[in-house]
Every structure is written in structure tokens, then in C-alpha cells.
């Protein structure tokens, strides 16, 4: 009966079960833990670059009214510019450099911030580096076509 009883046991599965659901809701977690932080970071990154823009644009409307009343041409005022993309920039709560080309048509605006990830600092992510990226290019006597 002895040689029965340790048989038996020895091939008792109670609990294997428990240990396989375990194994597969941490699975379960992690991949959900990337999809929404993954998620989160692309949605990160799309307002950034969409902050970014919107300052190139804010800062593009900086031009040199003097050139552009006479019809010389249309320039970005430097200064000017850096400081009205610089204003959007902290009206949004963002942080970024602005930048505006050597012929003064291109003003450029770099954006970043950090998405604070939801799942992922189980696994030592607790965030995740996020850019942006804008430009403004003014044109001048451009029509459209028909």
C-alpha cells in the first residue's frame, strides 16, 4: 500500500494548472503592457510633432514687414521669429529649439518631452523619450494651380 500511495503522488498534477495560468496572465500583462505604451508613446510623439509645427507656423508669422510691403521679398525676422515659436512653445507646456535658415525662409522647431509609461515599469521602463519635429517655409508669389 506504501509503494501505491508514493506512486500516486508522484504523479499528481494538482496545482500544474495554477502555475500555467500564472505563467500566461504575466504573458497576458506584458503584451498589453506594450501595446499601450507603445501606443501611448506614438500618440506621445504625434503631439510633439504637432506642437512643433504649430510653433514653426506661430513663429513664421514673424516676418519683415518692411521687405514684404514693398515687395522686395518675404523674410523671416530672426529674432522675432525665435521668440514667438519660443511663446507657443512654453504656452503648451513643451520645450524646444527653434531655429531659422541663413536666408531666413525656414524656421525649424525641435521638440521634446518624456511619455511616463503605464505598464512597462514592471520591467524598469518607467519612461520613454519622445521628439518632434516642425518646420515653416514662407513662400512668396506662389499661386496655386488650376
Keep these: 500500500m506504501t509503494w501505491v500511495n508514493a506512486r500516486a503522488h508522484r504523479w499528481d498534477d494538482r496545482g500544474g494548472v495554477t502555475v500555467f495560468v500564472a505563467v500566461c496572465v ?27 509645427g504649430e510653433a514653426a507656423r506661430a513663429g513664421g508669422q514673424a516676418i519683415d514687414p518692411t521687405a514684404a510691403i514693398s515687395g522686395e521679398s518675404v523674410i523671416i525676422r ?13 504656452s503648451v507646456g513643451a520645450t524646444g529649439t527653434v531655429s531659422v535658415s541663413a536666408d531666413g525662409k525656414r524656421l ?22 519622445v521628439t ?6 514662407l513662400l512668396h508669389g506662389v499661386t496655386a494651380p488650376e
Excluded: C, N, W
Aim: net charge neutral.
Design 26 to 52: 504575466v504573458a497576458l500583462i506584458g503584451i498589453i503592457g506594450v501595446a499601450v505604451d507603445g501606443g501611448g508613446k506614438m500618440r506621445a510623439t504625434e503631439r510633439a510633432d504637432h506642437v512643433a
Design 78 to 90: 530672426p529674432q522675432d521669429a525665435v521668440a514667438a515659436a519660443q511663446a507657443y512653445l512654453r
Design 108 to 129: 525649424t522647431v525641435h521638440t521634446s518631452d518624456v511619455y511616463a509609461t503605464r505598464f512597462l515599469p514592471v520591467v524598469g521602463v518607467g519612461s520613454m523619450p
Design 132 to 137: 518632434g519635429h516642425g518646420s515653416a517655409t
